[in-house]
């Protein structure tokens, strides 16, 4: 789940690619340069129609003991014997969580192999050797780095020239570390906004222990220190955009009734230099009634840094919004279908609005289909003069138009041409699109990258016309290319060590059928050389939600904790996920979500029947909304895991709607307190639907105290209510961090040593 400090959904999306993934990974996207397509020919039809037939999950003989009478909300609430542990903070819910720790960290810093674990994983996550992750800035390269040294981290700067090279010299912009210790506070980094085009005016996001609430200063870069009576934003989940150098566009609270069920923003306001937020000018309002995760605006300007556009978002639910134009002082709201994500403007020539569609839009007389890429003129989507339009057809203003087994990813806009990470079957590309002009239509220019990989657009700079990519793969580290949009050519600058010795192993793709039969599929990574009979210790991830895409990602600590040690991992790309676009996101929508479920206990079986994996060894992870869909895999399905990972998960599906921020995410699940849409959301809650005498396999349940996306709640009662019935259940939450757990590189390390220390006990992993 995702709380945006400045963008909306397409911001959502990338970051909670990068949780999910972060989850067993340091990489950002990756690619799979041995990957092996898995013949499904006639030979493997049986093992396909097993499949189908093991993924029937066994009915139940009576309903779940903890299932409300009424699905009702108060009905649901009085059932919950462990309301109280909803309480965050009380002394009786951190008295149980203390009790908690401690069990848990008996058993798991117990094992003798703990010590090595977190020692290695920590030597990964400092390594001096790793890739500085470059941003533009005022000519030059801005990096945060964290280290054993410097926990909480620094952002610093160098040239471009001396970021290339192999010791590049650093120089010091603001010291999170020694600026947490000055002020006393728990201070953790959450990013910057600087002014274009000097880019020394940054606005500085500083969050308190990890929580994506942060508060906001201004800070001279020249200086190097925050300015004197700039501009401040107390704690709050603010959406934020420069208009000028004494003017911000502001989403924030602004007091009592500015805020969203979800507790997000739905007014905008411009806040000048030296003026109190109360006293700022409203230039926007929703609703209170709003959804998603909240109203914000983004000044978008050309290379120059002159602005073209100011574009306001404004969520209806997790997914649909309405979408205007600031002219002036007055918002103009823009034809453009509900369903849509807007990825910046096209500056040369008439500006032109670059946004993507999740479902197919008639404008005009042109058609597009849905995950298409377009590029239309600004003036053809405001309201136009009676009698007054432009005829365009779909090869005017379609960039790209992806097939079923396709998908547009990252997009980064410059003045005249678009760059895009597409997705072909799970396997990606780099594409320059250029306008063809008076011959209509767009060209598209490939940029180098192995084949059969997996890409991610880094930083990008429109006055250099310059952008950053990477590509990697399960057994092959990051490699960090410079690219030059007009050249259409790109070098690497930087490639990343190998952390783990992936010689042994091979990469495969595979394809499950789901119940209904859906072909799924899914990756394998495995030890070469070990016998295809069920025996090997194998992790399982999936996700499933929110059109996030899971190709393959070089994973340190899994490679030397689990893959060295000679256990197998799996990524299911199951429906819920972006991987083929639109489509395969809205298959497993609300009422329809069970077939998510269905996809991943399709591939575990299947796992099982090409005797990769047996149940036995094979134990499945997931995290935030994958731990929705691990806990009902563990409740549906026990017969097909040995052991589960569930991290910081949403589990209590009848009353997440009452624990923020989970009422923005009714466009995901449905709404608990509408009867229809609680009948189906009962159907597979996993809090609700434990069961008596059920063979559930000893879990481990995990989330951070501070967490202020996914309530920490949630994996409390979970663990509460599975132990309280007898069922073994491992329960740690950390004290510190927020759900990204980006707060400290050393208590990360012992994160995941726990992880795979229990892994490896309950899977037999030597």
Not at 23 to 43: K, M, N, Y
Not at 240 to 248: A, E, F, L, P, V
Not at 425 to 448: I, M
Request: charged share 25%; with cysteine; net charge neutral.
């Amino acid at each position: 789940m995702r709380s945006a400090t400045r963008h909306g959904r397409h911001d959502l999306k990338r970051l909670l690619a990068g949780i999910a993934m972060a989850a067993f990974a340091l990489g950002v996207a990756g690619c799979a340069a041995t990957t092996e397509q898995a013949s499904e020919s006639a030979a493997a039809q049986p093992a396909q129609r097993q499949s189908a037939q093991v993924a029937q999950a066994p009915q139940p003989a009576s309903p779940p003991p903890h299932m409300p009478k009424d699905l009702a909300p108060d009905t649901v609430k009085a059932a919950d014997e462990f309301l109280w542990l909803e309480d965050v903070n009380g002394k009786k819910s951190l008295d149980w969580v203390k009790e908690q720790n401690a069990r848990t960290e008996a058993v798991l810093k117990g094992d003798p192999r703990y010590e090595t674990f977190r020692k290695q994983a920590q030597e990964i996550l400092t390594a001096q050797d790793r890739t500085p992750r470059p941003t533009f800035r005022d000519d030059g390269i801005d990096n945060f780095w964290q280290d054993a040294k410097q926990v909480r981290g620094v952002w610093r700067h160098a040239s471009l020239e001396s970021y290339r090279s192999d010791k590049p010299k650093w120089q010091t912009v603001l010291d999170i570390d020694a600026l947490a210790k000055r002020e006393r506070a728990n201070w953790i980094y959450k990013g910057v906004d600087c002014l274009p085009p000097e880019e020394t005016r940054c606005l500085v996001s500083l969050s308190d222990g990890g929580k994506d609430a942060v508060v906001v200063r201004e800070f001279n870069t020249v200086e190097k220190k925050f300015v004197t009576n700039g501009f401040s934003l107390p704690e709050g989940k603010h959406r934020i955009s420069w208009m000028d150098n004494d003017t911000i566009l502001v989403a924030t609270d602004f007091g009592p009734g500015s805020l969203t069920e979800s507790g997000y923003p739905f007014i905008v306001k411009a806040l000048n230099r030296g003026q109190k937020l109360s006293n700022a000018v409203e230039v926007f309002r929703g609703s209170a009634r709003d959804g998603g995760y909240g109203v914000s605006a983004d000044v978008m300007r050309s290379g120059s840094g002159q602005v073209v556009a100011t574009i306001i978002s404004r969520p209806l639910d997790t997914y649909r919004q309405e979408t205007y134009e600031l002219v002036g002082t007055k918002p103009v709201r823009l034809d453009l279908p509900p369903l849509v994500t807007v990825r910046g403007v096209l500056s040369s020539g008439q500006p032109r609005l670059v946004f993507s569609i999740e479902e197919a839009w008639r404008f005009n007389n042109a058609t597009a289909p849905s995950g298409a890429l377009m590029a239309v003129p600004m003036g053809m989507l405001r309201p136009p003069p009676p009698g007054v339009g432009a005829v365009l057809t779909t090869k005017d203003i379609s960039i790209f138009e992806p097939t079923a087994r396709q998908s547009v990813d990252e997009v980064m806009v410059f003045d005249d041409r678009v760059v895009a990470a597409l997705y072909d079957n799970v396997r990606g590309r780099v594409s320059v699109f250029t306008d063809k002009g008076e011959f209509g239509g767009w060209s598209e220019t490939a940029l180098p990258a192995p084949e059969n990989s997996a890409v991610h657009l880094g930083s990008s700079s429109r006055e250099s016309r310059r952008l950053f990519y990477s590509y990697e793969g399960f057994l092959t580290p990051s490699m960090l290319s410079l690219a030059n949009v007009d050249a259409f050519k790109a070098e690497v600058v930087k490639e990343s060590p190998a952390k783990f010795d992936g010689s042994k192993d091979a990469v495969e793709q595979f394809e499950a059928t789901s119940r209904d039969g859906v072909k799924v599929p899914y990756f394998v990574v495995r030890p070469k050389d070990k016998p295809l009979d069920g025996s090997t210790p194998t992790v399982m991830f999936g996700y499933g939600g929110f059109q996030v895409s899971y190709p393959p990602v070089y994973k340190p600590e899994l490679g030397k904790l689990w893959l060295e040690k000679g256990g197998a991992y799996v990524v299911a790309n199951i429906r819920g996920g972006g991987e083929f676009g639109p489509a395969w996101h809205q298959a497993a929508l609300k009422g329809n979500r069970q077939k998510a479920f269905d996809d991943f206990a399709a591939v575990a079986a299947d796992l099982a029947v090409r005797k990769i994996t047996s149940a036995k060894h094979l134990a499945i992870y997931g995290r935030s909304n994958g731990g929705v869909l691990t806990s009902v895999t563990l409740t549906q399905r026990p017969d097909l895991i040995g052991g589960a990972v569930i991290e910081s998960p949403l589990v209590d599906m009848l009353r997440y709607q009452e624990l923020p921020p989970g009422a923005s995410w009714m466009g995901e699940y449905g709404d608990p307190r509408i009867p229809a849409e609680a009948k189906w959301i009962a159907a597979y809650s996993g809090y609700q639907n434990l069961r008596e005498g059920a063979k559930y396999p000893e879990v481990y349940i995990t989330t951070n105290t501070h967490d202020d996306r996914v309530h920490p709640g949630h994996a409390r009662k979970f663990a509460a209510r599975l132990q309280a019935m007898g069922y073994p259940a491992l329960y740690f939450e950390e004290t510190n961090g927020g759900h990204s757990n980006d707060s400290d590189p050393l208590l990360n390390s012992a994160r995941w040593a726990r992880h795979y220390i229990y892994l490896a006990r309950q899977l037999g992993l030597e």
